[in-house]
């Protein structure tokens, strides 16, 4: 280990966890007693634009990402950074068909939308698929980062843990989407400066960007691109340009917390650029963690510390090389640490204010329709300090579940789609019914499970590219050394041990060997396809009409022309016969 933090570094820590409590508490003072249900989940739809942009950002990059991605680029190579780059549509997709149709509904949750397109069965099914999955996925976000800031730094695991748990509860709790978005801000800023502080600190040590590329090149991680047409291969333009795509357009399309932020906005016009212009922040991040994870290969270019024992996780090697270049320097491994908090944070309380809107609007409302405005939101209050205290719990269990975390993880990955298909059939499709998209969201769940499952059978662990150990003066012999394995996650990268089953080469195991990327495409395409396939046949002489409001603007046109166009046959056909 190259370094503990110094009393100073815990200065400076609990001085930006403070920060984000200060701006919770700034919020619930100024609202007071007048706060109402609109004020806590949309911001009474007042919020800057700029502020929104930074949030969804914040939001969908956790602290996954900025361990992970590093992580991933370090013992892989660049070509990660093409799902940043090949899914340039996704934001023009995003705000031209999607957001005005949440925009201009009013919707608090998505799951209002699809229970107002479908029925409250469809409803629930997808609250219940997704905010499993997000309890889950949000504890593991809190337990990810604590693991890897402990086993590096000396940072105690529970204080890590109880610290972002607690935090995001409390000001989560007593705020509203105002405090979490501005809170959001606030830790975006600060990611963006530990990622260029990372970056530019690193490159220094090593002497230069040339030098860093030049070592890039010798360790054969110098190919950026590959074109090879081939689901099995880990990272091409295609898995970026189809499964990243897929993945990311999921996360700006039906995301609940990410859904609140387009409806807190002044304006659909507002809403829209937020959505663009989020999306795109959060490919130039990701580009950022891309350039960290080269700038810490080239560092360690004859010393791994993966493959020397010095670390026994490659997720670990973003603290640990904060604490190996930056220890000399007092304030600034705490300045550091805090970066990985503030990622931690932003994406827990975002997914933790989602949680409670679709606990409180399509729940509490649909028991209690009469209830006060006043009630409701003490009672938001109360669900929201119930559901931080229950994530906070899940990550103290996540710590305990050694081998099977890479599973849920994986199985977190797996609902996303199936309900993103469930959103598009809804909005793309006049004729999908809620027998179709219950179909969709139960076959696209089975696809999911069974890829996920043939996948641990057929699938060993890919080896990194080369890493030297020359110049760490050490024998190998003696050092246990540990490989590190990338799982799907919703919309990030973490590194898990590897699986040790030998692979099975068979042209039935192909399906279960495509990249991770696919995964969200092909579950999504499947709900779909089902979806659509069972709508149509079980609608096929139903002459019922598809308000507009719920189609994406362009396939509302279309089908508002189709109906104009019906409409005047049987008029011109009279006429006719009248001559």
């Given at each position: 280990?190259?370094a ?7 200065v400076?820590?609990a ?10 508490m700034?919020f619930?003072?100024r609202a007071?007693r007048r ?9 009474n739809?007042?919020l800057p634009?700029?502020a929104v942009?930074l ?15 590093p992580?991933e ?8 950074g093409?799902t940043?780059l090949?899914r340039i549509?996704v ?8 957001v ?7 919707v608090?949750?998505?799951?209002q939308y699809?229970?107002?397109r479908f029925?409250d069965?469809?409803r ?7 905010v499993c ?9 809190i337990?990810?980062p ?6 590096s730094t000396?940072?105690s695991l529970s ?10 509860t409390?000001?989560t709790s007593?705020g ?7 809170a ?5 800023i ?8 990372i970056?530019?600190?690193?490159t220094?040590?090593?002497?230069g ?9 010798e360790?054969?991680?110098g190919?950026?691109m ?7 291969v880990?990272?091409?333009i295609?898995s970026?340009?189809?499964?990243a ?9 039906a995301r609940?917390?990410?859904?609140q932020r ?8 507002d ?7 989020g ?5 130039m991040?990701?580009?950022?963690a891309v350039?960290?994870g080269?700038t ?5 270019y ?6 020397s024992?010095?670390?026994?996780r490659a ?7 904060i ?6 320097y007092?304030?600034?491994p ?5 970066c990985?908090f503030?990622?931690a944070?932003?994406s827990?309380?975002s ?9 409180g609007?399509d729940?509490?409302?649909k ?5 006060s405005d006043?009630?409701y939101?003490?009672?938001v ?7 931080g205290m229950l994530?906070t ?26 309900a993103?298909?469930v ?9 999908g019914n809620s ?8 076959g ?5 499970i ?5 996948s641990?059978?057929f699938?060993?662990t890919?080896?990194?590219l ?14 246990p050394?540990?490989?590190a ?7 990030v990268t ?10 099975i080469d068979?042209?039935?195991s192909?399906f279960f060997r495509?990249?991770?990327l696919y ?9 779909v396809l089902?979806?659509?396939a069972?709508s ?11 308000d507009?409001?719920?189609l994406?603007?362009?396939i509302a ?9 019906n ?6 056909q009279?006429?006719?016969n009248?001559?």
């Amino acid at each position: 280990m190259a370094a503990v933090l110094a009393a100073l570094d815990y200065v400076v820590i609990a001085a930006m966890l403070a920060i984000s409590i200060g701006i919770g508490m700034f919020f619930a003072v100024r609202a007071g007693r007048r706060q109402t249900s609109n004020d806590y989940f949309l911001g009474n739809q007042d919020l800057p634009v700029i502020a929104v942009v930074l949030s969804i950002s914040a939001t969908i990059l956790s602290a996954v990402t900025f361990l992970g991605t590093p992580a991933e680029v370090y013992m892989y190579g660049p070509k990660y950074g093409l799902t940043a780059l090949a899914r340039i549509h996704v934001p023009i997709i995003t705000s031209i068909f999607f957001v005005p149709v949440y925009y201009r509904l009013k919707v608090v949750t998505v799951y209002q939308y699809i229970g107002m397109r479908f029925n409250d069965t469809v409803r629930y099914s997808v609250i219940l698929v997704k905010v499993c999955n997000g309890l889950v996925y949000t504890g593991i976000m809190i337990y990810t980062p604590a693991l890897a800031l402990s086993l590096s730094t000396g940072l105690s695991l529970s204080f890590s843990i109880i610290s972002v748990g607690l935090i995001c509860t409390f000001y989560t709790s007593i705020g509203d989407i105002k405090a979490v978005i501005w809170a959001d801000v606030f830790q975006a800023i600060v990611m963006l400066i530990g990622a260029v502080v990372i970056i530019v600190a690193g490159t220094v040590k090593i002497g230069g960007p040339a030098e860093g590329w030049s070592r890039a090149v010798e360790g054969g991680r110098g190919e950026l691109m590959d074109f090879t047409f081939d689901l099995t291969v880990r990272f091409t333009i295609w898995s970026g340009a189809i499964g990243a795509s897929s993945i990311w357009l999921n996360n700006g399309s039906a995301r609940q917390d990410i859904i609140q932020r387009y409806n807190s906005c002044r304006s659909e016009r507002d809403a829209k650029v937020a959505a663009y212009f989020g999306l795109v922040g959060t490919a130039m991040i990701e580009l950022l963690a891309v350039a960290m994870g080269m700038t810490i290969f080239a560092y360690y270019y004859t010393c791994d510390p993966v493959t020397s024992g010095m670390l026994s996780r490659a997720d670990q090697i973003v603290p640990f090389f904060i604490m190996d270049i930056l220890s000399s320097y007092p304030g600034f491994p705490g300045i550091m640490v805090g970066c990985v908090f503030c990622a931690a944070l932003s994406s827990v309380s975002s997914t933790l204010n989602g949680i409670v809107a679709t606990a409180g609007q399509d729940i509490v409302k649909k028991l209690w329709p009469e209830i006060s405005d006043s009630r409701y939101t003490v009672s938001v209050k109360i669900l929201s300090f119930g559901f931080g205290m229950l994530i906070t719990g899940l990550a103290f269990l996540a710590s305990s579940l050694g081998g099977l975390l890479q599973t849920v993880l994986s199985i977190s990955g797996i609902t996303a789609g199936p309900a993103f298909g469930v959103v598009i059939l809804g909005m793309f499709f006049p004729r999908g019914n809620s027998k179709g998209a219950m179909s969709g969201l139960v076959g696209g769940l089975a696809v999911g499970i069974t890829q996920y499952v043939g996948s641990q059978i057929f699938t060993s662990t890919l080896p990194p590219l080369p890493l030297s150990v020359d110049g760490c003066g050490i024998d190998l012999n003696m050092t246990p050394v540990t490989h590190a394995r990338d799982e799907f996650t919703d919309g990030v990268t973490t590194v898990t041990e590897g699986i040790t089953s030998p692979p099975i080469d068979s042209e039935g195991s192909a399906f279960f060997r495509i990249s991770y990327l696919y995964l969200a495409a092909l579950t999504t395409i499947s709900s779909v396809l089902i979806g659509s396939a069972v709508s149509y046949v079980t609608s096929w002489n139903d002459q019922g009409v598809t308000d507009p409001k719920f189609l994406s603007p362009p396939i509302a046109r279309l089908y508002a022309n189709k109906n104009n166009n019906n409409r005047e046959e049987p008029n011109n056909q009279i006429n006719l016969n009248q001559i």
